[in-house]
């Protein structure tokens, strides 16, 4: 069946604008997952979703960033008034349930704010 | 916080050669250890570990969790140059970071002709 999916993959900005990158989970999957690659550095944890509800938000790095899931598939992540240091690959994550249950990437945007 | 630690971070080897790739972990509440290979963009899922002792294995590669002294080792037999990748480790814990994956640094392996 289709994998993750995510658009755009790529996306080049001016600082200050919003952007918003959209992924569409495994079908059939609850549990959604945002995780952001800086150049060089490990994967870092942004936000989850079980269903449409985030229990944990604790790694989104500032208020700039928000992200929703609606019908408990499509999510998106904006990021408002875009900083240099917001490049980075975002890379999106499904899995069954939260709960021992592997996680299932998606190619992920490169977002490259000029 | 949770921390995941993998050595070494880059390996050069050859064809044929057998690899081991580490991964130590300090997790509050662990659940799971997952392995991944990165190519390009995408991480790959290669494995999950609950249970310590217990080998998972998936054609040359293997893998197994050791929950006592907190790590587990990726092995790859007979390397091939499509091997050559950023293999990533990850712990999966619960509480509050149900869902949350910690990864590692990554180790990058480079298999040459």
């Known amino acids: 069946g289709a994998g993750v999916s995510q658009s755009p993959s790529n996306k080049v900005t001016e600082k200050g604008k919003d952007v918003e990158l959209r992924c569409d989970p495994i079908s059939g999957h609850t549990a959604l997952y945002w995780y952001r690659q800086s150049l060089g550095q490990g994967l870092e944890f942004l936000i989850y979703f079980q269903g449409n509800s985030a229990p944990d938000k604790s790694g989104l790095p500032s208020d700039r960033f928000s992200a929703e899931r609606t019908g408990g598939s499509v999510s998106t992540l904006t990021i408002q008034r875009t900083q240099q240091e917001d490049s980075a690959v975002y890379l999106c994550?499904?899995?069954?349930?939260?709960?021992?249950?592997?996680?299932?990437f998606g190619p992920g945007t490169r977002l490259t704010v000029t | 916080e949770d921390k995941v630690v993998q050595s070494p971070l880059s390996l050069v080897v050859h064809e044929g050669d057998t690899v081991t790739l580490n991964c130590s972990y300090e997790v509050t509440n662990f659940r799971s250890l997952l392995w991944y290979k990165q190519e390009k963009k995408a991480p790959t899922f290669l494995f999950m570990l609950?249970?310590?002792?217990i080998e998972k294995k998936s054609g040359r590669l293997s893998s197994i969790l050791d929950k006592k002294e907190l790590f587990s080792i990726l092995n790859i037999t007979a390397t091939q140059t499509g091997d050559s990748a950023v293999y990533l480790c990850a712990s999966n814990a619960g509480g509050t970071s149900y869902g949350k994956l910690t990864f590692g640094q990554g180790t990058i392996l480079t298999v040459h002709p």
């Open positions: 609950t249970s310590s002792g």
């Open positions: 994550a499904s899995s069954f349930r939260t709960d021992y249950y592997e996680q299932y």
